[in-house]
């Protein structure tokens, strides 16, 4: 924990690799409100970690996150991963910050503290893809892709989220017995934003045998930032008034 008041947070850095000692039994939390928190290497990469948990404080009677408590002005600390991260479940319990993954992301759950506030949220940047098997809980604040994100058999979360990409970024669902149902404030586009791709950014949709629809209301390319491409590849697809 590095915590401190508005403008007074410390810094954690792990310079190097972190591993837990039993495979899916061990877990890491980095606290740093109002400061900054760094894993310059892998996590997990040869003895996965049972929970990766970003601020603090349990979980409610629901099993969902208890927002990190921090005083008025301050944030929830800038908290970035460079190596490939793999732990069973990724829980962050803050309202405010900013979370980057550099590398794959390999996890069971990802898990973001919500509350009634439709903009409170960490600032969330998945830019090395992920593989997901579990359910997916993301941040209300700004949600940015790139790269090749991968839903296993087991996966049981949806997308629906408005999401900035990176870079290319591939929709990997042919696994899965899902079909991708992209229902109303789903949204893909460029961005403007540090990490951001500017131009030149496609997505791809593979849903094997399943099916793509892409319900009123939302939109596989915004009109006021288009993707240079769209590649949907599925049993049946329907756009059902969505915008792509």
Request: with cysteine; hydrophobic share 35%.
């Amino acid at each position: 924990a590095a915590d401190g008041g508005p403008s007074a947070g410390g810094s954690i850095l792990f310079d190097g690799n972190v591993e837990g000692h039993y495979a899916d039994r061990d877990s890491l939390r980095l606290d740093a409100v109002n400061g900054t928190a760094e894993v310059t290497g892998t996590v997990g990469a040869n003895t996965p970690l049972l929970n990766l948990v970003l601020g603090c404080c349990g979980v409610d009677g629901d099993n969902n996150a208890n927002p990190t408590p921090y005083f008025p002005g301050g944030n929830g600390g800038a908290v970035t991963f460079d190596g490939a991260v793999t732990a069973d479940n990724i829980i962050d319990q803050r309202l405010s910050g900013s979370l980057t993954f550099n590398d794959k992301v390999t996890t069971g759950l990802f898990s973001e503290a919500q509350d009634n506030t439709a903009t409170d949220g960490v600032v969330t940047a998945l830019l090395g893809g992920a593989e997901f098997w579990g359910d997916l809980n993301f941040s209300r604040a700004s949600l940015t892709f790139g790269g090749t994100f991968t839903f296993d058999s087991s996966f049981t979360g949806s997308l629906d989220d408005a999401i900035t990409l990176a870079s290319d970024t591939v929709l990997d669902g042919t696994a899965t017995g899902m079909d991708f149902d992209f229902k109303s404030g789903a949204s893909f586009a460029t961005g403007i934003g540090a990490g951001q791709c500017t131009a030149g950014c496609s997505l791809t949709v593979l849903a094997g045998t399943n099916n793509i629809t892409v319900e009123s209301g939302a939109s596989l390319s915004a009109n006021d930032s288009p993707l240079t491409g769209v590649i949907l590849e599925a049993a049946q697809i329907n756009l059902n008034n969505g915008g792509v």
